[in-house]
């Protein structure tokens, strides 16, 4: 394992996440409140499939809207 110079970790810090969208178009965010019982389900569900909550929030959306 490498350890980074701070100009490096810095430069790294700043691209962030990569888009979604592919490119440099962002991704938009959006922000929900769920009850804890459908957060647990959310969780466990994730860790099933090998997936990020996220991941199965976006596929859930495409299937619904």
């Known amino acids: 394992m490498r350890n980074l110079d701070e100009e490096e970790g810095e430069r790294i810090a700043a691209r962030g996440r990569p888009s979604l969208s592919g490119g440099s178009a962002h991704s938009p965010q959006i922000g929900v409140r769920l009850s804890p019982d459908l957060h647990g389900?959310?969780?466990s569900r994730a860790e099933r499939e090998n997936k990020s909550p996220s991941e199965i929030?976006?596929?859930a959306l495409?299937?619904?809207v």
């Open 57 to 59: 929030v976006r596929e």
């Open 62 to 64: 495409e299937r619904y």
């Open 41 to 43: 389900r959310l969780r």
